[in-house]
């Protein structure tokens, strides 16, 4: 199994970290690669992993290389690889801005923002199951088939991307959109971009690749 896809996942640990983007056991991440998928195990500090820690599953969540236990949340990160074939990385996180919202039941529309509205679109909140679930795994997979960016309610934040680093990315983008609004909720509410504006500017979304 490739070792740069395990020395990326263990740097992302780290740099949502220090970004403040997650605590040490919060989350998840992964990257698909062909019939494999490489993901944090549970159990070790995010900001203390190292690429031998990270483990190679299979699509029925064998463990093919590795030692110790996978992520416990990989029913979800199979399901969204299943449903989404342009997917290779998913990160999984508790940043507190976006938790916060998520723990509030607060889903974010795609017009408050112009750089949001292109990067992430609009973010629901998916129903609270409990964590590791079957059931939040079909939430997941449901609402991730035309998100790429869901809030999980009183639980945390996930993104999706064709690279690992376009999920951080997104990730990133998530929680800075969710302190803009902390500020604009305390100025009396976001107001939405002019529906007309809002359309040509989704229009841009095609010819920018975030
Ligand atoms: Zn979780």
């Not at 062909?34 to 070790?44: A, K, R």
């Not at 031998?52 to 463990?63: H, K, P, R, T, W």
């Amino acid at each position: 199994m490739k070792r740069q896809i395990k020395e990326d996942i263990a740097a992302i640990g780290r740099r949502l970290y220090e970004h403040q983007l997650n605590g040490s056991y919060g989350g998840n991440f992964s990257v698909r690669e062909e019939e494999f998928i490489y993901i944090t195990p549970s159990g070790v500090p995010k900001d203390e992993l190292d690429y031998s820690d990270i483990l190679v599953i299979d699509f029925s969540g064998n463990v093919v290389e590795g030692e110790g236990k996978p992520s416990s949340e990989i029913l979800f990160h199979i399901k969204i690889y299943k449903v989404r074939p342009d997917v290779n990385a998913i990160i999984h996180a508790h940043p507190p801005y976006a938790t916060g919202f998520a723990i509030a039941n607060s889903s974010i529309p795609n017009n408050v923002h112009e750089e949001s509205t292109l990067i992430l679109g609009d973010v629901p909140v998916i129903p609270y199951e409990i964590t590791s679930s079957k059931e939040l795994a079909e939430n997941i997979g449901k609402a991730i088939q035309d998100h790429n960016a869901l809030l999980l309610a009183n639980h945390g934040a996930l993104t999706v991307g064709d690279t690992l680093e376009r999920a951080f990315r997104r990730m990133e983008e998530l929680e800075n959109l969710c302190k803009m609004l902390t500020v604009a909720n305390l100025l009396g509410g976001a107001k939405p971009i002019p529906q007309d504006k809002l359309e040509n500017l989704l229009t841009l979304s095609l010819t920018l690749h975030f």
